[in-house]
T-cell receptor, first 111, second 114 residues
Framework: TQLLEQSPQFLSIQEGENLTVYCNSS?????LQWYRQEPGEGPVLLVT?????EVKKLKRLTFQFGDARKDSSLHITAAQPGDTGLYLC???????????FGQGTTLQVKP | EAGVTQFPSHSVIEKGQTVTLRCDPI?????LYWYRRVMGKEIKFLLH????????ESGMPNNRFLAERTGGTYSTLKVQPAELEDSGVYFC????????????FGQGTRLTVV
């Protein structure tokens, strides 16, 4: 049983479409992170959400932490081919920095 | 500032051979982590160094894996002898207190055991 369940696992859309990916758990977390990984590279931290109900925006990306701090979503508006990649959610220990990852959502945006 | 560097990028070895992966963290980062992603699975924690000391090695699969961090700088992860199920991408990450949670990842080493 995985601590973090991400959905969908794969998503292929046309340029200009909107999409949402989800990261769910039955556990409560003090914070949650979203990463993006491109082929041949390591994960790169996009955002950390801390407060229940928190919404953070990064250009066309909107991240939300659930009110109960058990889940999170990432919404991309008007997706572009450059958004193609693997999106990972993760939770970590603030004391040690150890991270637990979800399986990831592979996004392909076609021109 | 240089990022986290891993070497080699790819390694193909035969079952039973030995492979050593290297990670150079960002200079001054006390925390160094090793993670692994096997095909179809999530990225999983292997171990954590604080400077030269192993803080947590609960994720190491078995005693065929040996990690070291000489002088609190670079780290090596040796697999001896390698088995087929060791294939995957090995990531190294580093961070520095107080923002331990803000980890910077290397590009990974893709290990294939045939």
């Amino acid at each position: 049983t995985q601590l973090l369940e991400q959905s969908p696992q794969f998503l292929s859309i046309q340029e200009g479409e909107n999409l949402t990916v989800y990261c769910n758990s039955s556990s409560v977390f003090s914070s949650l992170q979203w990463y993006r990984q491109e082929p041949g590279e390591g994960p790169v931290l996009l955002v950390t959400v801390v407060t229940g109900g928190e919404v953070k925006k990064l250009k066309r990306l909107t991240f939300q932490f659930g009110d109960a701090r058990k889940d999170s979503s990432l919404h991309i508006t008007a997706a572009q081919p450059g958004d193609t990649g693997l999106y990972l959610c993760a939770v970590g220990s603030s004391n040690t920095g150890k991270l637990i990852f979800g399986q990831g959502t592979t996004l392909q945006v076609k021109p | 500032e240089a990022g986290v560097t891993q070497f080699p990028s790819h390694s193909v070895i035969e079952k039973g051979q030995t492979v050593t992966l290297r990670c150079d963290p960002i200079s001054g980062h006390d925390n160094l982590y090793w993670y692994r992603r096997v095909m179809g699975k999530e990225i999983k924690f292997l171990l954590h160094f604080v400077k030269e000391s192993k803080q947590d090695e609960s994720g190491m699969p078995n005693n065929r894996f040996l990690a070291e961090r000489t002088g609190g700088t670079y780290s090596t992860l040796k697999v001896q002898p390698a088995e087929l199920e060791d294939s995957g991408v090995y990531f190294c990450a580093s961070s520095h207190p107080p923002r331990r949670w803000k980890a910077f990842f290397g590009q990974g080493t893709r290990l294939t055991v045939v």
